[in-house]
Every structure is written in structure tokens, then in C-alpha cells.
Nanobody, 117 residues
Framework: QVQLVESGGGLVQPGGSLRLSCAASGNIFAYDMAWYRQAPGKQRELVARITSSSNTNYADSVEGRFTISRDNARNMVYLQMNSLKPEDTAVYYC????????????WGQGTQVTVSS
């Protein structure tokens, strides 16, 4: 079992940048990792995913603006968010799924990102 803790959220103006971090309590080299977000009144949605082999995919709405990365040596996952828009406002969650036990899913507590002038 791994515990995930997000950080780096905050208030930023449109067009600005933020970098979210996800710290894992244990090794994540055998985990597919992802960032999700949930805006008020909306369902949680996938933002970006990075597999254990570092293949990535993104939601269409963030393609070209957001970059997911991982540092297995530090048990960290990052989400670099550039050119932020008001519609990016949401609580962002880190998610981890073990490659060999894909029925298991671990979540962090979330970090708030607010994009507003």
C-alpha cells in the first residue's frame, strides 16, 4: 500500500504556471501514476497519466499546456501546468495503480488550484 500526498496548489492568474507535486510513501517504480481533477459540480476527470515505463497521455483540454513527469528515485510525481485558464480551477488529485494489481487504486487528499484574476 502506498500513501500519496499532493502539494503545490494555490491561486494563480490566467496565463500563469503552477507545479504540483505528489509524494509517495513507498516505491512507485511499479505503479502507473496519474493526476485527476474535480471542479465543483462536476465529475472527477483524468488530466494526465504516466505509466511505469514513462509513457504519457493527456486530456485534450490540457494537451500542450501540462506535463506529467515522475522521479522514481525520489518517489515523486509532478504536474507542470502552464498557460493556466479559469476552467482549470479544480481540486487536483494524485492517483497510483500497481501494475500487477490493477484493481487497486490509491488516492491523495487533493490540492486546490484556483485560476482567477
Amino acid at each position: 500500500q502506498v500513501q500519496l500526498v499532493e502539494s503545490g496548489g494555490g491561486l494563480v492568474q490566467p496565463g500563469g504556471s503552477l507545479r504540483l507535486s505528489c509524494a509517495a510513501s513507498g516505491n512507485i517504480f511499479a505503479y502507473d501514476m496519474a493526476w485527476y481533477r474535480q471542479a465543483p459540480g462536476k465529475q472527477r476527470e483524468l488530466v494526465a497519466r504516466i505509466t511505469s515505463s514513462s509513457n504519457t497521455n493527456y486530456a485534450d483540454s490540457v494537451e500542450g499546456r501540462f506535463t506529467i513527469s515522475r522521479d522514481n528515485a525520489r518517489n515523486m510525481v509532478y504536474l507542470q501546468m502552464n498557460s493556466l485558464k479559469p476552467e482549470d480551477t479544480a481540486v487536483y488529485y494524485c492517483n497510483g495503480i500497481p501494475v500487477v494489481f490493477k484493481t487497486m487504486s490509491y488516492w491523495g487528499q487533493g490540492t486546490q488550484v484556483t485560476v482567477s484574476s
